[in-house]
T-cell receptor
Framework: DGGITQSPKYLFRKEGQNVTLSCEQN?????MYWYRQDPGQGLRLIYY???????QKGDIAEGYSVSREKKESFPLTVTSAQKNPTAFYLC???????????????FGQGTRLTVV | AQSVTQLDSHVSVSEGTPVLLRCNYS??????LFWYVQHPNKGLQLLLK??????LVKGINGFEAEFKKSETSFHLTKPSAHMSDAAEYFC????????????FGPGTSLSVIP
C-alpha cells in the first residue's frame, strides 16, 4: 500500500544531542514537508522540499536541518541548537509542481520527541 | 496575508446531534480550502477539500462543508455525530501559488458525549 512512514513513533533525546527523524514515502510525490505540532498551536512548517536535492526553510527552521537526497526520503535532524524540541513532528507529501500548486497532503503518523 | 481562524477551540456535542465546526479565512488569492481530522497521536487525514468547483463539498464519514465567499467561511458540518468523530479538526487554506503559503488553523477539539 502506498503511504508515508515515519519512524520512530516515540523518540527520547538527551539535552545536547542531535536526533534524526525518518520520513519515507512510496507515493512518487515530488513535494515533502516537515511540520511541528504543539498543543493549541496547529501545525507550523519547519522545512519543505519540492524536488530532490532542494529544500526551503519554513517558519521555524532554526535548530533543524534536512536533506533530500532521494525522492522517497526526507529526514529531519533536530540539533542541539533547538532549545525546545519536545513536540509532535509530522511529515507530509503531495504530488508537487506537476499539479500546479498545493493539493491534498498525505501525512505520516507522526513522531513524538521528548527531551529527557 | 493569508490567515485561518477556527472560532471554537473546543466543541462538545451529544451523540446523534449535529456537528458544526466553524472556520473563517482571509486570502488575497482564490484559495483552496481543506478540512483535516487528527485522532490522538495520529497523523492528519483529509476530510474534504474545496478547489473552486462546487461550493458545497462532501467528504468522508458524512462530513460536508460549504464555501461562502461573501462570508469568507468554510464551516464543517455533519448531521449526526458518532462517537468515533471525537478528534481534532484543522481548517487549512492554500493559495495554490506557493508551497510555503499553506496555513493551518489552530484546530478545534470535538468531544462526543454518549
Amino acid at each position: 500500500d502506498g503511504g508515508i512512514t515515519q519512524s520512530p513513533k516515540y523518540l527520547f533525546r538527551k539535552e545536547g544531542q542531535n536526533v534524526t527523524l525518518s520520513c519515507e514515502q512510496n507515493l512518487n510525490h515530488d513535494a515533502m514537508y516537515w511540520y511541528r505540532q504543539d498543543p493549541g498551536q496547529g501545525l507550523r512548517l519547519i522545512y519543505y522540499s519540492q524536488i530532490v536535492n532542494d529544500f526551503q526553510k519554513g517558519d521555524i527552521a532554526e535548530g533543524y536541518s534536512v536533506s533530500r537526497e532521494k525522492k522517497e526520503s526526507f529526514p529531519l535532524t533536530v540539533t542541539s541548537a533547538q532549545k525546545n524540541p519536545t513536540a509532535f513532528y509530522l511529515c507530509a507529501s503531495n504530488p508537487g509542481l506537476r499539479t500546479g500548486g498545493f493539493t491534498e497532503a498525505f501525512f505520516g503518523q507522526g513522531t513524538r520527541l521528548t527531551v529527557v | 496575508a493569508q490567515s485561518v481562524t477556527q472560532l471554537d477551540s473546543h466543541v462538545s456535542v451529544s451523540e446523534g446531534t449535529p456537528v458544526l465546526l466553524r472556520c473563517n479565512y482571509s486570502s488575497s488569492y482564490s484559495p483552496s480550502l481543506f478540512w483535516y481530522v487528527q485522532h490522538p497521536n495520529k497523523g492528519l487525514q483529509l476530510l474534504l477539500k474545496y478547489t473552486s468547483a462546487a461550493t458545497l463539498v462532501k467528504g468522508i464519514n458524512g462530513f460536508e462543508a460549504e464555501f461562502k465567499k461573501s462570508e469568507t467561511s468554510f464551516h464543517l458540518t455533519k448531521p449526526s455525530a458518532h462517537m468515533s468523530d471525537a478528534a481534532e479538526y484543522f481548517c487549512v487554506v492554500s493559495d495554490e501559488t506557493s508551497y510555503d503559503k499553506v496555513i493551518f488553523g489552530p484546530g478545534t477539539s470535538l468531544s462526543v458525549i454518549p
